[in-house]
Structures are given as structure tokens and as C-alpha cells.
């Protein structure tokens, strides 16, 4: 069996940019235990580079120390622990929230707010506790259960969700994060209607696989915002009524109306604040973003009640993602989910540090790493 796994481990958090001269992820030959009860041994076959991945190395989102970061891939089943369901062979998407199943938000068919899964993962740790990953006898921390930046993986199944072979790897890869979380916002978290109008801020990943649950939910008319051309230029090709940069929100909206339905995944809580000012009365404003924890969000709190308007927080699209990953599975195939759009580019694991510098600057929306 596979006893190492060459990963991208980040040493410390908060490197200089550029990233492709700091260098903050290091690929690394690390010692990769095996698997334990209900555990899984895989090969990473593609993993997306996203905001969140950025969010710790630039130290907006904290995380123990050394980590092997990556939370969206798709990989292969290579050998399974005791009483594990899924077996060698079988093609897996993860997700980066593991549900244990027992606890109270589980039982209430939350599985998005898995308590269990949630303290793992803010430990660095499996769902079953503890490290399969070390350097020289010392614990590496596991990204959201995953850390998918690697060749190879031990992982819970309760992270993975099966998915058939003809899938792509660059397009399954998207499935677990961009269009878990964005499209799971307009379906789940927002419920939007067709007719709803919905207003999007913020276009990477996230924010337009929200674009593009949007439009495939029947939401008129669809205002895309960013401050690049280059993304609404593509939010326009995949449906949005109107794309626009920050400072022509308010023109939009005197043209378009106010949106029913405000998504914002850029992450700032000034931002948050612009989505649930502008939002029209009796508005749902779903916040998908994750901004530093000491970034606050200030409303007027009268205005709940008097404009009735209702703020969401959205956390891995509210999903579960053994139900919903084949339906979105399903739109893709019908043609109604085009998340291939959403690539920017295929570049090797050894380029993860110039990929990242691409994300901060705005210039990619998902790029996939193939190890």
C-alpha cells in the first residue's frame, strides 16, 4: 500500500506577494498513514485552486500550522478501511465538510452544519481524529479534511460522494466547492423562484456558479457585478442581464429594480453591507463570502424589521452534497450548468505558487492543478 504522498504544505501563514517569489506552499514528500476505520486511500486525479486555499495562506482565515492545503479535487479509491462503504476503484468528488451523522444538526438533515465536522476541521484533523500526515514523525494538518494538493490522500468517505468515470477530472474536480457552494446558495440557501430578480457580487468561482444556478433556476433579470472586465464580460456570455463594475450598482439598480435576491461572495463585510442596503424590501441577502474574522458587518437594525429584509449565511450552499452533487451532475449533462466556463486554466501541482498569484490579482477564476 502507499505509504507517501507528495503534497503542497504551507509552513506559515501571511507570505509577501508575489507568491511565485515568496513560495509560500511547498511541495513536500510526506509519510501518509493508512487508512483507518471508515477511511479511504485515494489518488488525487484534479484539485481547483479557490479563495478559501488563498484565505490561509494570506492569513484571512487562520489555520494550525503546517498544513497541506487543497479542498476541491476528484480522485480514485485506491484501498478502503474497515467497514468502509466505498471500495478500490470507485471515483470519488470531496467535500470539504464531513457529516458525522449523528449529531443534532445531522439528524435535522443539516448535515452543512456537522458540528463534529466543523471542530475537525478547525483542528486539522480527520473526522475520525487525529493525522494521517507527518514530516519526519511530526503531524502535518489536514485542509478541511481533505488536503487535496497532494498525489495521493487519506481521507473520511463521509468526505466524498461517488460519481461515474466519464466525467471529465477538470470538470468533476469543480463539482465539490465552486458549484457545491455557489449554485447550493440560489437552490438551497436562497430558494430563488423563477421571475426572482437576483444580484451577484463577486466573480470568481463561487460567485458565477451562483450565476449560473441562477439562470438555470429561471431568475430575471441576473446583475452580475466585479470590478473586472474580463468576468463580466463572461457573466454576460453565461446569461446575466447586466454586468457591472462596483461603482455602477446603483445605476444598474435604478435600471434594472432593486434584487429580490442579493448573493455576495467576495468575502468583506463592506460588501455584505452594499448587498443588504441596495437589496429591494422583504429582500434575501445570502452571504457565501468568508471575510477575516475581524472584518465586521454594520446594518441599521431597524431596517429588518422595517424593510422585512432577511440575511442568510450560506455555508457550503447549505448542501448535502450526497443529494445534491449528482443533481448538479445532472444539470451538467443537460446542458444547463456549463461549469466549464468556469476554468481558467490546467497547469501542474509545481505551479500552485504562480497560480495563486493569479487568484489574488483577480486574473482566474478556477484553476486546476493536476498533481
Known sequence: MISTTTAAVLADMGAAQPYAQSRPLTLKSLDLAPPGPGELLVAIEAAGLCHSDLSVVNADRPRPMP??????????????????????????VMAFLPACGHCNACHAGEPWL?????????????LGGGFRLSDCGHPVHHHLGLSAFASHAVIDERSCV????????????????????????????????????????????????ALLGAVAAGAEPVIAIDPVAEKRALALDLGARAAVAPDEVGAAFARHGAPRVA?????????????????????????????????????????????????????????????????????????????????????????????????????????????
Open 263 to 371: 448573493i455576495e461572495s467576495v468575502g468583506k463585510g463592506s460588501v455584505l453591507a452594499e448587498a443588504y442596503r441596495t437589496a429591494a424590501r422583504g429582500g434575501r441577502i445570502i452571504t457565501v463570502g468568508l471575510p477575516n474574522p475581524a472584518d465586521p458587518f454594520t446594518i441599521p437594525a431597524v431596517s429588518l424589521v422595517a424593510e422585512a429584509k432577511t440575511v442568510i449565511g450560506s455555508y457550503m450552499g447549505s448542501a448535502v452534497p450526497a443529494r445534491d452533487i449528482p443533481r448538479y451532475i445532472a444539470l451538467w449533462r443537460a446542458g444547463r450548468l456549463p461549469v466549464d466556463r468556469l476554468l481558467s486554466g490546467i497547469m501542474p501541482l509545481a505551479e500552485i505558487n504562480s497560480a495563486l498569484d493569479a487568484l489574488a490579482g483577480g486574473q482566474a477564476v478556477r484553476q486546476i492543478l493536476i498533481p
Open 162 to 209: 461517488a460519481i461515474d468515470d466519464d466525467i471529465p477530472a477538470e470538470i468533476a474536480a469543480l463539482f465539490g466547492c465552486a458549484v457545491l457552494t455557489g449554485v447550493g446558495a440560489v437552490f438551497n440557501s436562497a430558494a430563488v423562484r423563477p421571475g426572482e430578480s437576483v444580484a451577484i457580487w463577486g466573480l470568481g468561482g463561487v460567485g458565477l456558479a
Open 67 to 92: 498544513m497541506a492545503l487543497g479542498h476541491e479535487a476528484v480522485a480514485r479509491v485506491l484501498a478502503a478501511g474497515p467497514g468502509a462503504r466505498l471500495q478500490p476503484g470507485a471515483r470519488v
Open 114 to 126: 456537522c458540528s463534529n465536522g466543523a471542530a475537525a476541521n478547525g483542528k486539522g484533523e480527520l
